[in-house]
T-cell receptor
Framework: EAQVTQNPRYLITVTGKKLTVTCSQNMNHEYMSWYRQDPGLGLRQIYYSMNVEVTDKGDVPEGYKVSRKEKRNFPLILESPSPNQTSLYFC??????????????FGPGTRLLVL | AQKVTQAQTEISVVEKEDVTLDCVYETRDTTYYLFWYKQPPSGELVFLIRRNSFDEQNEISGRYSWNFQKSTSSFNFTITASQVVDSAVYFCALSEGGDNTDKLIFGTGTRLQVFP
């Protein structure tokens, strides 16, 4: 089944404790992206990747890191989480980057609470 | 600047009523794409439709229909004979060409509650 998977689905952590949220897709998509969803703000892009070893900042990159060592994986790293990073996180992928008509398919979401 | 506005924060209807979710967008591009996604209570985002800026034909898919009007920069979504399973948050999103091809710009979402 074609899908985007994220792990963990739920995470409670404390301020300053490094964490990684994994994202994997099995559709051989070139483009992957991370969004966060906050009440009243919709979804905002954190980072995106056009292909392996190519990543770039989105609208709200502060406090996050990403890597793209393999085509299928795009982990989101919070080196020192803070309470304002409490949010619902979505990973997405599409066949190509730089092509506005490509539909992005989303993972199930990761709900993060930082105490 | 690019922007998507969903002015309706929450809508409540009774089953079998028709309901329209509004979406107004701003863009300077002549080529752009509009999307609707559904987020049910389980939380995932489900793709519903994609429409390009050159195709103003309305689209119907079962009980769902979309009305795209460039003159008013709107891409409204209507559910006919709503059902309880339609209860969800619905997001409208915009994708542009040029320097902004690499992200979807989302509205803030409309929460639809359908009561039995």
């Amino acid at each position: 089944e074609a899908q985007v998977t994220q792990n963990p689905r739920y995470l409670i952590t404390v301020t300053g404790k490094k964490l990684t949220v994994t994202c994997s897709q099995n559709m051989n998509h070139e483009y992957m992206s991370w969004y966060r969803q906050d009440p009243g703000l919709g979804l905002r892009q954190i980072y995106y990747s056009m292909n392996v070893e190519v990543t770039d900042k989105g609208d709200v990159p502060e406090g996050y890191k990403v890597s793209r060592k393999e085509k299928r994986n795009f982990p989101l790293i919070l080196e020192s989480p803070s309470p304002n990073q409490t949010s619902l996180y979505f990973c997405a992928s599409s066949l190509w980057g730089g092509v506005p008509q490509e539909t992005q398919y989303f993972g199930p979401g990761t709900r993060l609470l930082v105490l | 600047a690019q922007k998507v506005t969903q002015a309706q924060t929450e809508i409540s209807v009774v089953e079998k009523e028709d309901v329209t979710l509004d979406c107004v967008y701003e863009t300077r591009d002549t080529t752009y794409y509009l999307f609707w996604y559904k987020q049910p209570p389980s939380g995932e985002l489900v793709f519903l439709i994609r429409r390009n800026s050159f195709d103003e034909q309305n689209e119907i898919s079962g009980r769902y229909s979309w009305n795209f009007q460039k003159s008013t920069s709107s891409f409204n979504f209507t559910i006919t004979a709503s059902q309880v399973v339609d209860s969800a948050v619905y997001f409208c999103a915009l994708s542009e060409g040029g320097d902004n091809t690499d992200k979807l710009i989302f509205g803030t979402g409309t929460r639809l509650q359908v009561f039995p």
